[in-house]
């Protein structure tokens, strides 16, 4: 996990790319990136604060380097785009046949495979509409997976209460209730 004193170097670093942000950089803005950034591991961090240097005009918000820091432990940037996905798929199944179980290399082609049927899609009258609906859930779980490593801890925890109350709520109108 990072420590204060290194998102404060980070922050530095951060300060030395952006000399006209310099003056902005002041103890309560410091304590936040602090608490926001704590649960990041170091290296993620350090790294994404190089990503931010390289690839963005201004000084990088909690978002934006929570963000680089998921892209970064999550290999977001060198997973294949949802139409190279989808022409592994087809690749794979084509060559595997109706009758084996196609094995991917790539987990979320894997996961969507799984969630739409493999069969089914390779079945579809309309390669189109198969081809679209591979690309929107490949998507969906690209986000999805992102996304979960961006929440702080905190919002993570919060959600999970969230889902353990709207479960207490569907049992109990499942019960008439």
Request: hydrophobic share 40%; proline share 4%.
């Given at each position: 996990?990072?420590?204060?004193?290194?998102?404060?170097?980070?922050?530095?670093?951060?300060?030395?790319?952006?000399?006209?942000?310099?003056?902005?950089?002041?103890?309560?803005?410091?304590?936040?990136?602090?608490?926001?950034?704590?649960?990041?591991?170091?290296?993620?961090?350090?790294?994404?604060?190089?990503?931010?240097?390289?690839?963005?005009?201004?000084?990088?918000?909690?978002?934006?380097?929570?963000?680089?820091?998921?892209?970064?432990?999550?290999?977001?940037?060198?997973?294949?785009?949802?139409?190279?996905?989808?022409?592994?798929?087809?690749?794979?199944?084509?060559?595997?046949?109706?009758?084996?179980?196609?094995?991917?290399?790539?987990?979320?082609?894997?996961?969507?495979?799984?969630?739409?049927?493999?069969?089914?899609?390779?079945e579809h009258d309309n390669e189109s509409v198969a081809?679209?609906?591979?690309r929107r859930l490949y998507e969906d779980y690209q986000?999805?997976?992102?996304?979960?490593?961006?929440?702080?801890?905190?919002?993570?925890?919060?959600?999970?209460?969230?889902?353990?109350?709207?479960?207490?709520?569907?049992?109990?109108?499942?019960?008439?209730?």
């Amino acid at each position: 996990m990072a420590t204060r004193e290194s998102i404060i170097k980070c922050i530095g670093l951060l300060s030395l790319a952006y000399p006209h942000y310099q003056d902005k950089v002041n103890e309560p803005m410091v304590n936040l990136y602090v608490r926001m950034l704590s649960d990041l591991e170091d290296e993620s961090l350090q790294l994404a604060a190089e990503h931010c240097i390289v690839n963005g005009k201004f000084f990088p918000s909690i978002a934006e380097l929570r963000e680089a820091a998921a892209r970064i432990e999550t290999g977001a940037d060198i997973l294949p785009s949802a139409t190279e996905a989808w022409g592994e798929f087809c690749k794979i199944t084509r060559r595997l046949g109706y009758f084996e179980i196609p094995v991917f290399d790539n987990p979320i082609t894997a996961k969507v495979a799984q969630a739409l049927g493999w069969k089914q899609l390779v079945e579809h009258d309309n390669e189109s509409v198969a081809q679209a609906q591979f690309r929107r859930l490949y998507e969906d779980y690209q986000k999805r997976g992102l996304n979960d490593v961006i929440k702080t801890p905190a919002l993570k925890s919060a959600e999970g209460r969230a889902l353990e109350m709207m479960g207490g709520v569907v049992k109990q109108i499942g019960n008439g209730k």
